[in-house]
């Protein structure tokens, strides 16, 4: 069911769904693979009477949390709800939204755009309208969408939406001719990153990033989630010793292989291979393309852990395949005011020969972070 959006919104619309918009935004980082969603209740007088947000996958909706808050339930008559999507319809971990809400006496609810998801996809504004609530949808949807930006691609596709995080000279190095690349960026730019980490399902590397930096992957400059982290290994040979399998967070990790003879070598093929009983993560086996790992079936499967969103941290080799295979989604480059001269370049081995074939990013924009000016852009 498409909804067909004619209607104009008023300034006092706009304004209480900027209220939800921002509320939603509080849930970044720890509902997925659910969506961020904020609700305001406005009385008939024009007073907000009740607000909440979805804070946490498997806890109440934000209607629900919103509807906790009303102190007088006769405020709720005529009242307008505003939503930053549509509400849902479906017994999931918790109650549908939709039904609870036919229930009321709000005469009007305020959607900012339909939900994507299958199971609802215009089945909640169905309910609200049989039961006869006047229902317009499309008030500040494009700020909605890209709120949920993930959750809408990983709802279209039943894979992660990639983001990918570089950093480079402004020569275009993203390491020294000795290897080296600790650090390119200044403090505010990695604590940034740390705080993307944060908000994201998964982190990824490949198996050379691993061996060369060892890194842990982990939030640490700022408070928040810790993410899943994943690491490309084709042969499945990185050794038991580095933070990915040792630390305290190895039950975060999974190792994405190609290797069937090395998967299949025991029962637990990591434990196995790394005769490490510290490690309790998972290994995910797919096939390989071009003699690589399959990173677009990787994607998949990792789709079907419910991983809607994934910051890949790449080396030369991971981030010029991920980009060659158009699996990347978003950019985030930041370019620190060095120059190295000679090393190792951000991107190789696209294939492109001509200036008309060039990738070229779209609705990007740039910022200062710190000493560092940030890019970010989308493919």
């Known amino acids: 069911m498409k909804e067909n959006i004619t209607q104009k919104f008023s300034a006092e619309d706009k304004k209480w769904m900027r209220t939800a918009l921002n509320l939603a935004q509080k849930g970044e980082g720890y509902v997925s693979p659910n969506p961020m969603v904020g609700c305001v209740i406005v009385s008939s007088n024009g007073k907000r009477i009740a607000q909440g947000y979805h804070e946490k996958f498997g806890k109440e909706h934000a209607e629900v949390q919103a509807l906790k808050t009303v102190k007088n339930k006769d405020d709720l008559i005529d009242a307008t709800v505003y939503v930053t999507l549509e509400p849902c319809s479906h017994f999931g971990k918790t109650p549908p939204c939709a039904l609870k809400l036919k229930d009321l006496p709000v005469s009007r609810v305020v959607i900012a755009m339909q939900d994507p998801n299958p199971k609802v996809s215009g089945k909640g504004i169905a309910i609200l309208k049989e039961a006869g609530k006047l229902v317009e949808v499309g008030c500040m949807e494009e700020e909605a969408r890209k709120l949920n930006e993930a959750f809408i691609h990983y709802m279209r596709f039943q894979k992660p939406f990639v983001i990918m995080k570089m950093a480079q000279t402004l020569d275009g190095y993203i390491a020294a001719p000795d290897g080296s690349s600790q650090w390119i960026t200044g ?3 990695r604590a940034k990153v740390h705080e993307w980490r944060s908000k994201f399902d998964a982190v990824m590397v490949g198996r050379n990033t691993a061996l060369t ?3 842990r992957l982990t939030v640490r400059h700022v408070d928040g989630r810790q993410p899943k982290r994943i690491v490309i290994d084709g042969p499945l040979s990185l050794p038991k010793e580095l933070h990915l399998f040792s630390d ?3 039950s975060n990790t999974i190792v994405i292989t190609h290797n069937r003879g090395k998967y299949q070598a025991g029962a637990d093929p ?7 009983d510290s490690f309790t993560g998972q290994t995910l086996l797919v096939g390989k393309k071009e003699n690589h790992t399959n990173l677009d079936e990787a ?3 990792l789709g079907k852990l419910g991983i809607a969103s994934i910051l890949v941290e790449p080396g030369l080799d991971l981030g010029g395949a991920l980009i060659r295979q158009n699996l990347v989604d978003k950019l985030h480059l930041f ?4 120059i190295l001269g000679g090393g190792t370049k951000s991107i190789l081995g696209l294939g492109i020969n001509r200036i ?4 070229k990013l779209h ?13 970010t852009g989308y493919f």
């Open 363 to 375: 609705d990007s924009h740039y910022e200062m972070i710190g000493d560092d000016l940030l890019f």
């Open 187 to 189: 403090k505010q730019a």
């Open 248 to 250: 305290q967070y190895s």
């Open 335 to 338: 370019i620190a005011p060095k």
């Open 270 to 276: 990591m434990l196995t291979l790394l005769s490490n």
């Open 299 to 301: 994607l998949h499967e």
């Open 213 to 215: 930096d060892n890194p």
């Open 356 to 359: 008309d074939e060039a990738i």
